[in-house]
């Protein structure tokens, strides 16, 4: 609402240099520029502007824009105010520095310019000046490595390759249940981990009492959980048993049925043994023999099926993987040339863990560029006749040996080994495929292969060259033979926990059909009821069927229980399963970001007004609605903030403020006898938190046998003095003229007439002597005047009765005074369009010598703000009438309520409004009460709150709409 103040300082005629506050683009105004200074900009670089207002290049301020200080392509300092020609190039890299118009985006650095290849570093530096540049794509799938970085200012971006030395890992990759990260989300083998049980001793089995999840095939899982001794390899369920002296085969009984069975030899010792080794057979295994052919290599007892694997190089667990991570996509031996990574730490390491080239155990090649032995000091040219192997397939591995020589021929190779020289992909070092070949050159075929068989939602095996199934994956069947993996979903009614297993279609109704779910705890699934249509049942409850359709529910949007988030002003919605949200009435969302939701009310912002972008023009500066607006009153600010500090008098009449805030504890009143109207205007906000008193003054009452004297609108506070007898005021004096009777100034004094110019009341008759009438159009008759037989005075006149005062008492031979009212002029104009009248003043009473004056009627405040109005808690305004004062015979009546007129597009009253009349004086034959006085606000009814007290008013508003009730409050909507 902040924005509102500000376009209502715009439309003003001037907002002034001493508040703080400028028209944009400088102090101009928009009456115009009057002198170069109100177009300044405050900045240096783009020059001084100009006020002309006859030239054509001038805007709507009259303002022309400057010519830059310094010239085209002189750079320019706006910190230090000062030019600065030439542009250094001070790290001499021939690129010039890029703040004074150069390319060079870092000067103090000759390794950094345009051009300069980009280096893949962790720290971020910007080789090239382009950051949005990080590094070469080492392995060629598309995505540079994780550790090749940029920086630009405080923005740090890296690659997105975990792994940028194996093609098959990237962010676009397919995660397999491998123990790695093959899709670079963060995340490994999500939603692909198994329930098993952990398999310590590296048997396959599982022990029952450790539960867990992982990947079926790796080392230290099991999908059986048939293991009673997990630590001895030797030992699990249906194994044959052996003549041990041991539980074998977990069933409680030793030795028993015990055959002939198949050992391999165990060189080293681990308990697994060598699945090429010649086995041996018996009931027992021999020393040097072990029942688990699962050793990798058996000159090692650290490299076994389910060791640890360690960072050498070696793929110890025997899983074909040397899997030992050193950091963010780096591994062990990369490039699988079987020396380790330098970053192991040991010894012997790979200069270069990313190229199969180089390693410490090979002969340098000429002029490959590579390092191929891992020592900088032996060049490439510098070799002595060197031996060189028939190279055919062109792998780097070669088979025959050729002529040695310095200088390597073509199609020859530094190295030997190659078991198949047709095949490129079959050399030392080769990745194991599941072909029925020796792809790696090591005598075997197939070993450890397993991994190579990635099959559609299944575990793959490799068997006699070929992958096959070895598990599906949960909920997934092998109904079809000719088709790789399991193709069938076990979830599904037609095969519901087999491939021929049918759920029955015998549904209750139309949202319901056969379905098929899985079954807790155990790895099965079953047929139930299920729902169609996009519907589901999220309760459970069976009675109501699929009560809710999960495309267009917020509550549970695509799925149960996923609730769309509740934006700031505005309701969910649910659209084809997507969240989303509709803006409520009078909000947009302008800046298209989901998370603050609607966050312009377009009903009410100036600079939004009934769409984003909308901003009100001048003339029309207040938002209401939706539509701009011109406010109905304006102020000159000429008088400033008002902010009083103590109880303070403010003169009545038309006041020109900029802000308004009456601070709780002080008190605020007027001084104008009479008139009493009081006119506020502000430019900003008005806030209210202690107490503006327009009330009617209590009347005299007599003392020592003299008459009381009137009260007056305007001196809310305490008692007027006595008065001496006299002749005056705006009330008829009593009559005839020998009995000296007067009319009250603004209520009535003794015996006569209240004032106030518009229904003052009748003054009461004293023995012989009328009573005076009431001052204006509508004034009471008093007592025993012409028309009115009684003793006290008639109230002012008014035909709407709720706004009328009531009649004063009487005695034989005297009366006592009417009470005011507001008279019929503002009690028909309920809009107080042309009424804005401050209450009219009591009849004074007569008496034996005692006579009470009458009570002043209150005076009328209007209070304009295009910004707010705010009256808090401990706020109030206060436009009582008068009581009436007492002589201990016949009393005055009591002053009428005045007018509360508030005019702001926002309203927030929580204090109090009172209009209420004067009480009659209650010493004697009491006086007449003080009518009702009138409330009346101009608002949007979208931006008011009336929370407060309404005190003399018959009708109370329970809401800020728009309406006119008799005898209560009228609101109007502003600017009406």
Known sequence: MRVGAVAACLWAAACGDDDGMTTPGGDAGPGGCLTAADCDDGLFCNGAELCRPADPLADGRGCVPAEPTCGEGVACDEETDACMPGC????????????????????????????????????????????????????????????????????????????????????????????????????????????????????????????????????????????????????????????????????GAIDENVGELTYWPDVDGDGFGDPDGATETGCIAP????????????????????????CNGVDDDC????????????????????????????????CDDEDPRAAPDLSEVELDGADNDCDPETPDASCEAATWYV????????TSEAPRGCVQEAGTAPRAGDCDDGDVAVRPGAAERCNGEDDDCDGQIDELADPQCALPRATGLCEEGACAIGVCENHWLDCDPESPGCETDALSPMSCGGCDVVCEDDMPDDMAAPGCFPQPGIPAEACGVGCVGGYADCNADPADGCEVLLPADPNHCGACFRRCDIPANAEPTCVDASCGFECERGWEDCNGEVDDGCEVF????????????????DGSPVCVGGACVAPPWTSDESEGDFMPTEDTVLPAGVHQFRRVVIPAGVRVTTNQDGVGVLDIRATEEVVIAGVLDLSGARGGDAVDGNPGGGGDTGYPDGTRPVRQPGRGGLG????????????????????????????????????????????????????????????????????????????????????????????????????????????????????????????????????????RIVVEIS???????????????????????????????ELQLQGELDVAGGIGGRTGCNGGDGGIGRVRLSTDPNRCDLDGIFTGVDVVPTSCRVHDAECGVYIGSYPN
Do not use: K
């Not at 020393?287 to 360690?310: I, Q």
């Open 88 to 251: 250094p190039d001070a790290d001499e890299d021939g690129f010039a520095d890029a703040s004074c118009g150069g390319e060079d985006c870092d000067d103090a650095d000759p390794n950094r310019f345009p051009g300069n290849p980009e280096v893949c570093d962790l720290e971020g530096h910007d080789e090239d000046c382009d950051p949005e540049t990080l590094g070469p794509d080492a392995d060629g799938d598309g995505y540079v490595g994780a550790r090749c970085c940029a920086r630009e200012g405080d923005t740090f971006r890296c690659g997105e390759d975990c792994n940028d030395g194996q093609r098959l890992i990237q962010p676009d990759g397919l995660e397999i249940c491998n123990g790695f990260d093959d899709d670079c989300d963060g995340m490994v083998d999500e939603e692909l981990l198994e329930d098993g049980f952990e398999d310590a001793d590296g048997d396959l089995h599982g022990d029952p009492r450790a539960p867990t999840s992982g990947c079926p095939g790796r080392a230290g899982f099991s999908t059986v959980g048939d293991d009673c001794d997990d630590t001895e390899p030797g030992v699990w369920g249906g194994r044959a048993e052996e003549c041990n002296g041991r539980d074998d085969d977990c069933d």
């Open 287 to 310: 020393e040097g023999f072990s029942p688990l052919p699962l050793d990798c290599d058996d000159r090692d007892p650290e490299v076994r099926w389910g060791a640890e694997e360690r």
């Open 319 to 350: 899983d074909g993987i040397r899997g030992f991570q050193v950091g963010p996509g780096d591994f062990e031996d990369d490039d699988l040339d079987g020396a380790p990574d330098a970053a192991c730490g040991l010894e012997v390491a790979d």
């Open 391 to 398: 190279d055919e397939d062109g792998d780097g591995y070669g």
């Open 602 to 617: 377009v009903d009410g912002d100036a600079t939004n007004c009934g769409s984003c972008g909308r901003v009100c023009p």
């Open 732 to 867: 008829e004096a009593g009559s005839p003229p020998d009995c000296t009777g007067w009319g009250g100034q603004n209520g009535g004094g003794s015996w006569g007439g209240g004032g106030g110019g518009y229904a003052g009341g009748g003054g009461g008759t004293r023995g012989s002597c009328d009573g005076g009438d009431g001052g204006g159009p509508d004034g009471g008759l008093g007592g025993d005047r012409p028309g009115n037989t009684r003793n006290q005075g008639l109230p002012g006149r008014v035909d709407i009765a709720c706004y009328g005062g009531t009649f004063g008492g009487g005695t034989v031979g005297y009366g006592s005074g009417g009470g005011g009212t507001i008279g019929n002029a503002a009690a028909m104009d309920r809009a107080v369009e042309s009424t804005f009248y401050p209450g009219s003043g009591g009849g004074g009473g007569a008496g034996p010598g005692a006579n009470g004056g009458g009570g002043g009627g209150s005076g009328a405040v209007r209070i304009h703000s295009p910004v």
């Open 875 to 905: 706020g109030a305004i206060l436009a009582r009438g008068g009581n009436g004062g007492g002589g201990g015979s016949c009393d005055g009546g009591g002053g009428s309520g005045g007018v509360i007129y508030l005019s702001s597009p």
